[in-house]
């Protein structure tokens, strides 16, 4: 039987406590008893249970419907009515609210707990589903936006050949004090960053190779941060505690780089100009290699800022493809989706946690080499 973290709101204190001794006895956490819809809702939303055992018919200003309405509004989370009242128009009154079970006092221990169990078993089968097919639309987003750059890029690159070619034949041939050598400038400097992106767009249309060397994720960081450190800006502290032992995954070298760097940079720019920590952890330990079977070692680096964090909506976005919040100019959003392309094609994941006014933290975890 799984554990879960429950909250019961209800009213009646006897009752109440037969339920709080009855699911303790079945092996689940109870949070708290709650006996107003008032104070469920803000328990629930810092609380975040995994399960609500809601009562409909609740004293104070807020009946059970309404609390349950308010906290599925914000919280994805099961929530089970209780009632005493089986009358059709109290049915069609919870139903806007998709309750997980419906008992119907006084309900037997055994009732409770299938009841509680088949909840919870729902509610992880249906966010494993979501996030299954999130992952699935993320993937069939990535393999368009590649096909399509890796279709243009070969003849985008011909065009910006020949614009490149004639602004630096501009340049040699104007004197500096002529106003066409500036354009000459401004079109060759143009040019370069279009080719830049051009470069990001075939390097995230091709797959990843997902043989290669044992590379020692170790020295990529160790050198990644010695890069940053000799340009952080002002107020910026690094916190680095290299690990003991070789920290080994197959793949290209430069790829590898490629993926400390982006999550370095990108973490240090989130902290401009107020300045912060940049914490960056490195380990190897014994796991479930992530799609594969049997069990192996991982290879984990964390990257952490103190920095601006991101609502929820950008958080959502932050890794797919040209989406970036940066001003215009100073970002291609490619950084993060290329990121999370190489580690998922070495079998890999990338994890994103951030809250706005608290930072960010991004972790790669990737399947370790044997040394």
Same mark, same amino acid.
């Given at each position: 039987?799984?554990? !879960?973290?429950?909250?019961? +709101? ?12 009855? *699911? ?16 469920? $809702?803000?328990?629930?939303? %810092? ?17 059970? #419907? ?21 009358? &059709? ?23 409770? %707990? ?7 078993? &729902?509610?992880? #089968?249906? &966010? ?16 368009? +936006? ?18 490149? !070619? ?5 340049? %040699?041939?104007? /004197? ?12 060759? =400097?143009?040019?370069? =960053? ?5 470069? @990001?767009? *075939? ?8 043989? !290669? ?11 990644? @941060? ?5 340009? @952080? /800006?002002? !107020? +910026? ?12 995954? &197959? ?11 982006? @999550? ?13 920590? *940049? #914490? ?13 079977? /049997?069990?192996?070692?991982?290879? $984990? ?71």
């Amino acid at each position: 039987m799984s554990e !879960g973290r429950i909250l019961i +709101v209800e009213d009646e204190a006897i009752i109440a406590r037969e339920i709080r001794h009855a *699911l303790e006895s079945f092996g689940y956490e109870v949070l708290a008893v709650i006996s107003r819809g008032e104070d469920a $809702v803000p328990f629930a939303l %810092r609380e975040r249970p995994d399960l609500v055992l809601m009562d409909i018919m609740l004293a104070g200003a807020m009946d059970g #419907t309404a609390a349950a309405a308010a906290i599925r509004e914000q919280l994805d989370v099961p929530v089970i009515f209780s009632t005493a009242y089986t009358d &059709r128009e109290t049915v069609e009154r919870v139903k806007p609210t998709t309750p997980y079970g419906y008992l119907v006092k006084p309900f037997e221990h055994t009732h409770l %707990r299938i009841t509680v169990e088949t909840a919870l078993y &729902r509610a992880r #089968t249906e &966010r494993r589903l979501r996030a299954q097919e999130e992952r699935l639309r993320q993937a069939e987003k990535m393999q368009a +936006v590649g096909t399509l750059a890796s279709g243009v890029a070969h003849d985008f690159n011909n065009i910006l050949s020949a614009i490149i !070619g004639y602004s630096e034949m501009g340049l %040699r041939r104007a /004197p500096e004090a002529d106003p066409l050598h500036k354009m000459f400038d401004r079109i060759l =400097r143009a040019g370069v =960053r279009a080719r830049s992106l051009v470069r @990001l767009l *075939l390097d995230f249309s091709r797959p990843a190779a997902t043989g !290669g060397e044992a590379v020692d994720l170790r020295a990529v960081v160790d050198e990644v @941060l010695d890069g940053v450190r000799a340009a @952080l /800006p002002p !107020g +910026v502290e690094v916190d680095y505690r290299p690990p003991a032992q070789p920290c080994l995954v &197959r793949a290209d070298p430069t790829q590898m780089h490629r993926v400390a760097l982006n @999550l370095v940079t990108n973490a240090v720019d989130a902290m401009r100009p107020a300045g912060g920590r *940049l #914490t960056v952890r490195l380990e190897r330990h014994a796991g479930h290699a992530l799609g594969q079977d /049997p069990p192996g070692p991982q290879v $984990v680096l964390e990257v952490a800022d103190t920095g601006r964090g991101m609502p929820a909506e950008v958080l959502r976005r932050a890794c797919d493809p040209f989406f970036t919040t940066k001003p215009s100019g100073e970002g291609t959003g490619m950084g993060l989706a290329i990121v999370q392309g190489v580690v998922r094609s070495h079998g890999g994941r990338l994890a994103l946690d951030s809250e706005p006014g608290a930072g960010t933290r991004i972790t790669a975890t990737l399947p370790a080499a044997q040394p």
